[in-house]
C-alpha cells in the first residue's frame, strides 16, 4: 500500500503539500479533542469519585484556551455555592 503511494506522489509532487496539510490539520484536531477530553472541568471519567467536576474549581479560576494576564480574584463571584 505504502509502495502504491510512494510511487504515486513520484508521479504526482505536487500532491505533497496536500498531504502534509491534511496530515496536520487532523494532528491538531485530534490533539485539541483530547486537550478537551482531559483538560475540561465539564468531563468527568470518574463519576464515582467526582460526580461534580465543576463545582471542583476554586472561585479565582477561570478556564481558557489561552493565558491571559489577568487577576481573576478581585471580580465578583457570579455563580451559585452549591
Avoid at 500500500?1 to 484536531?29: D, E
Avoid at 475540561?40 to 461534580?52: A, I
Avoid at 479560576?61 to 451559585?80: A, C, G, H, I, W
Wanted: charged share 25%; no cysteine.
Amino acid at each position: 500500500m505504502l509502495g502504491v503511494v510512494a510511487k504515486q506522489l513520484r508521479s504526482h509532487p505536487a500532491l505533497i503539500p496536500l498531504f502534509i496539510f491534511i496530515g496536520g490539520g487532523a494532528t491538531m484536531s485530534i490533539t485539541y479533542l483530547a486537550r478537551l477530553a482531559l483538560k475540561n472541568p465539564d468531563v468527568s471519567w470518574d463519576r464515582k469519585n467526582n460526580p461534580e467536576p465543576w463545582n471542583k474549581m476554586e472561585a479565582n479560576q477561570q478556564y481558557k484556551l489561552f493565558k491571559v494576564n489577568m487577576d481573576y480574584s478581585t471580580l465578583k463571584k457570579d455563580r451559585p455555592d452549591f
